[in-house]
């Protein structure tokens, strides 16, 4: 059982969020006293009525609460329906690792468990001051909900996502953190439309060593805010794809966060963290790696007064999919404005943007003095302040921008990629360490 991380920083982290780097960001705050309700399905080993987290969810109903008591539970907790809408389960130890979820050779029934802990089709459900680790899919993941609430968690070296949100209308994923993971720390997809719209939140949360900070399968009406994601394979990535519903991903604010260091090269031989991906789009193509923001295939994101440094290809990224059939994979109305890009030249980015040229009205503004940008000769406005009208109005883009995103994503081996970057010693900050590939 692994209960330190790869991370080499991660509590440090959350001490810096409120010194070194602004905005500051909340640290993580135990149940106070850690003391029990007399009103609550209580969980302990020794001297409950309750020995397993399970069997108190069966025992439960709307509105009520689960306390857990400090001690590492093997198992896979299944909350289904509405029946349970309302409910928390809650860690009652000081700390999240108090409250230790075990994956590795988890069973119910005989069978290996796929989730830490499953809400379907609950709403309100909250989880809240617990660890986990080890799990073969996701660790706490949440689908087809109105409202929900993910605090004070930690989420590590799971095979997909840490914190997985499907389907869900309004919600928060808040003082988190999700390291090691083969997909994600945090994920909302496969958001359904709305006429009006219940945004979700995701903040004041640290995502490190995973393969993506953030990952949001068409992800819309979402707020990532007053976090950090920082020494992972790609920092935050908001995607349209067809391998879920509701197509495009659109509707989404990056703002006020920390972006940096985003160079984990998780193809490397004896990495501890594996892609759980079949590649970008589900293609024989590789996600990038070394960057800070990645829009794939949004519409009217918006990036907007971040720190994004230190990243060795790209501090932001915009470009569409042509090979997603449904045609709505598509760079259009997103916009970078306001950033603070490579820390003022202490830190750069291998370039600061790179824009395809595709779909129509992306846009940048006000990032700072001295912007490197991945230009083309054949399109030299790439990169228009806003508003703009400028792109080729189409899923196809600038074929010199195109080519190169097709060498990099494309590299053979994956690790190859790193060809693509711009090295240099980073800035130092105290108690995180940079990943050098």
Excluded at 322 to 335: F, I, K, L, Q, V
């Amino acid at each position: 059982m692994i209960r330190c991380s790869i991370r080499g920083g991660a509590v440090a982290a959350l001490a810096l969020l409120a010194t070194a780097i602004t905005p500051t960001v909340a640290t993580a705050k135990p149940k106070a006293g850690g003391g029990t309700s007399s009103k609550a399905f209580v969980v302990c080993k020794h001297k409950c009525r309750y020995k397993t987290i399970q069997s108190a969810v069966n025992a439960s109903g709307r509105g009520a609460t689960i306390q857990i008591k400090p001690g590492t539970y093997s198992e896979g907790v299944v909350v289904q329906g509405h029946k349970h809408d309302g409910l928390t389960i809650e860690g009652i130890g000081t700390t999240p690792s108090a409250v230790y979820l075990n994956g590795t050779n988890a069973r119910v029934q005989g069978n290996p468990v796929q989730n830490a802990i499953t809400g379907d089709a609950v709403n309100n459900l909250t989880l809240e001051n617990m660890e986990e680790q080890h799990y073969p899919a996701n660790g706490f993941f949440i689908q087809s909900c109105h409202g929900y609430l993910m605090k004070n968690l930690i989420a590590g070296f799971d095979h997909a996502d840490g914190i997985d949100v499907d389907r869900c209308l309004g919600g928060r994923i808040t003082q988190s953190t999700g390291y090691g993971n083969g997909d994600s720390a945090f994920s909302i997809g496969g958001t359904p439309f709305e006429h009006t719209p219940v945004w979700s939140s995701v903040d004041h949360d640290i995502g490190d060593e995973n393969v993506l900070g953030y990952s949001g399968t068409n992800s819309k009406y979402v707020r990532i805010t007053d976090s950090m994601f920082y020494n992972n394979g790609t920092g935050v990535v908001p995607s349209t794809l067809a391998s879920e519903p509701f197509q495009p991903a659109t509707d989404g604010v990056i703002a006020d966060d920390q972006i940096f260091w985003n160079n984990f090269d998780y193809y490397r031989p004896g990495s501890p963290v594996k892609t759980v991906s079949s590649g970008l789009a589900g293609s024989a193509l590789n996600d990038p790696i070394g960057a800070g923001i990645v829009m794939f295939g949004t519409t009217g994101w918006v990036a907007k007064d971040n720190q994004i440094f230190g990243n060795w290809l790209w501090g932001g990224a915009a470009f569409s999919d042509p090979s997603n059939t449904s045609g709505t994979a598509e760079n259009n109305d997103n916009r970078f404005v306001d950033n603070r890009m490579g820390d003022g030249g202490k830190d750069p980015n291998g370039t600061d943007f790179f824009n395809d040229g595709s779909g129509s009205g992306t846009c940048f503004q006000d990032n700072g003095n001295g912007l490197t940008l991945q230009t083309s000769a054949t399109d030299p406005d790439l990169y228009p302040t806003c508003p703009t009208t400028a792109g080729t109005g189409t899923v196809n883009g600038d074929g010199t921008q195109v080519g190169l995103l097709l060498q990099i994503v494309g590299s053979k081996p994956p690790t190859a990629q790193e060809n693509f970057w711009h090295r240099h010693a980073h800035i130092k900050i105290n108690g995180i360490r940079p990943l050098a590939g």
